[in-house]
C-alpha cells in the first residue's frame, strides 16, 4: 500500500521526477561540530593520541551503506563488527559518511581503491563512530520536469512553509521497490514469524527484477525453501541467507531472522513505528496545525540550528516513535486501536534483540540552506540527521 501523507502547504506543486542516476542525488554528511564531508574533497582531520580506531570519511556511488562496509571490510581482511557509522545514506546516490573501524593501520585505509568507492581522508580516534553522531546531511539533487514557471512555485512552496515541513518519515523507510518492511515488522509484533518470514520472502510488490519476481511467486507457492535457495538471484544476500537457513531447519523462523544482521532485524519493526508516527503527524497536519498533545516536549536546537531531542528546550516540538515504554495521548490510543495492537506487543520476548521501548522525535524538520535553480533544475539544502529529502521534495513536487 502505497501512503498518502497530507501535505503541509497548499501552493501548487512542480511535479516532476528525482532520482535519475545517482550523479542526480548527492549526499555531503555534516558532522557534530558543523564539518561538512564534501564530494570529491580530501578531508584532514587531527590525529588523537592514544587512539585505536580509524575514521574515515567514505564516499560512495550506488552502494548502500551496509554493502560498502562488507566490501570494505573484505578489503581489509577484517569482519564488519569492527566497524561503525551514525547513519545509513541513500544507495542509488552519491554520497559521504563518516565511517570507523578498529585495528586497522590509517595507511591501510586510505590507500583503499575500489570500485565506486573512496576514501576522502583517514585520521585516528579514540572512540567508535556511534548511531546518531551526525549532525545532518547537505543535499543537491537533480529536478527532472516543466521548467517554466518552476521556481515561482518552489518559491511560493517555500514562503509558505516557513522553513520547516512535516518531519515525515520517508518511503525508503519502508522499502522503495516492495513497500512492505513496515508490514514484516507489524507481522513479527504480533509474533506471526512465518507470516513475516513469507511476507519479507515471497511478497513481489513492485519488484522489478524478473528473475527475483518469480522465485519469489514459486517460493509463495510451493513453500520449498530448498528449491528457493537454487532460484533466488545471488543479488538477494539476505532473503538468501534466511532461506539456507530454513531448508535447513523449515519451521525455525526465527531462527531464520537471526540470519540477518541485527540492524536489519531492528528495522522492520522501526519501520512500523515510523508507519504509525507519519500516521499520527497526516492526521495533525490535516487538521491545520501541529500543536503539542498529551506526553509531548519541545527540545533545543544544535548549533547548525537543527533539533535536539535528547535538550529540552523551546525549539522544536517532539512527538512518539512508539513503543514499550511509551505513555500514549488520546490520538495515539486511537492509532493503536485502530491497529488492533498494544504497546506491550513492542515488548518481543521471543526476540528481545528487537524489542524497541520507543523513542522521540521532532514532528516538523527545519530545511536551511534552501535554493532551486530553475534553468538547472538543481534543488540544495541541508536536513537535520533523521529527516528525509524525498519527505522536503514531496511538498514542492506533490505527486508522491
Not at 153 to 171: C, I, M, Q, R, T
Not at 266 to 289: C, D, P, T
Not at 330 to 346: P, T
Request: aromatic share 10%; with cysteine; proline share 4%.
Amino acid at each position: 500500500m502505497r501512503p498518502s501523507w497530507e501535505y503541509s502547504s497548499k501552493s501548487e506543486g512542480i511535479g516532476g521526477k528525482i532520482k535519475q542516476a545517482p550523479e542526480e542525488f548527492m549526499v555531503e554528511e555534516i558532522l557534530p561540530d558543523g564539518t561538512v564531508l564534501e564530494l570529491y574533497t580530501q578531508v584532514s582531520l587531527k590525529d588523537e593520541a592514544g587512539g585505536k580506531f580509524v575514521h574515515f570519511a567514505l564516499q560512495k556511488k550506488d552502494w548502500s551503506t551496509s554493502s560498502a562496509i562488507n566490501r570494505i571490510a573484505k578489503a581489509l581482511h577484517v569482519g564488519q563488527k569492527r566497524f561503525g557509522y551514525a547513519g545509513t545514506k541513500d544507495k542509488a546516490a552519491i554520497t559521504t559518511q563518516r565511517v570507523s573501524v578498529f585495528g586497522v593501520s590509517k595507511e591501510d585505509v586510505a590507500s583503499l581503491a575500489l570500485m565506486d568507492l573512496q576514501v576522502n581522508g583517514a585520521w585516528i580516534a579514540k572512540d567508535r563512530v556511534k548511531l546518531g553522531e551526525l549532525s545532518g546531511n547537505r543535499f543537491r539533487i537533480n529536478w527532472h520536469g516543466e521548467m517554466r514557471g518552476a521556481e515561482e512555485k518552489v518559491s511560493a512552496v517555500f514562503s509558505e512553509l516557513g522553513g520547516k515541513f512535516p518531519n515525515y518519515f520517508g518511503p525508503q523507510r519502508f522499502g522503495t521497490t516492495r513497500m512492505n518492511t513496515h508490514r514484516v515488522g507489524e507481522l513479527l509484533l504480533r509474533r506471526q514469524f512465518r507470516e513475516a518470514a513469507m511476507h519479507f520472502l515471497a511478497e513481489a510488490g513492485s519488484e522489478e527484477h524478473q528473475k527475483a519476481r518469480e522465485a519469489r511467486a514459486n517460493l509463495l507457492g510451493s513453500g520449498n525453501f530448498s528449491a528457493a535457495l537454487k532460484e533466488f538471484p545471488k543479488h538477494l544476500k539476505l532473503e538468501r541467507s534466511m532461506i539456507a537457513h530454513l531448508a535447513q531447519e523449515p519451521e525455525d523462523y526465527i531462527g531464520a531472522f537471526r540470519k540477518l544482521p541485527r540492524q536489519m532485524m531492528l528495522l522492520f519493526v522501526h519501520a512500523f513505528q515510523s508507519w504509525l508516527f507519519n500516521e499520527a503527524l497526516s492526521g495533525r497536519i490535516a487538521e491545520g496545525q501541529v500543536k503539542r498533545e498529551g506526553g509531548e516536549f519541545f527540545c533545543s536546537s544544535n548549533a547548525y540550528g537543527f533539533p535536539e531531542p535528547s535538550n529540552a528546550g523551546v525549539d522544536w516540538l517532539c512527538g512518539k516513535l512508539l513503543g514499550y515504554d511509551s505513555v500514549p495521548n488520546e490520538r495515539e490510543k486511537e492509532i493503536l486501536s485502530r491497529h488492533e495492537i498494544s504497546l506491550e506487543a513492542f515488548r518481543i520476548k521471543e526476540m528481545p534483540e528487537i524489542s524497541s521501548k520507543g523513542h522521540a522525535r521532532a514532528l516538523l524538520s527545519p530545511i536551511k540552506d534552501f535554493g532551486f535553480d530553475g534553468e538547472e533544475g538543481i534543488f540544495r539544502f541541508s536536513l537535520p540527521a533523521g529527516a528525509y529529502a524525498t519527505a522536503a521534495l514531496r511538498e514542492f513536487m506533490k505527486n508522491d
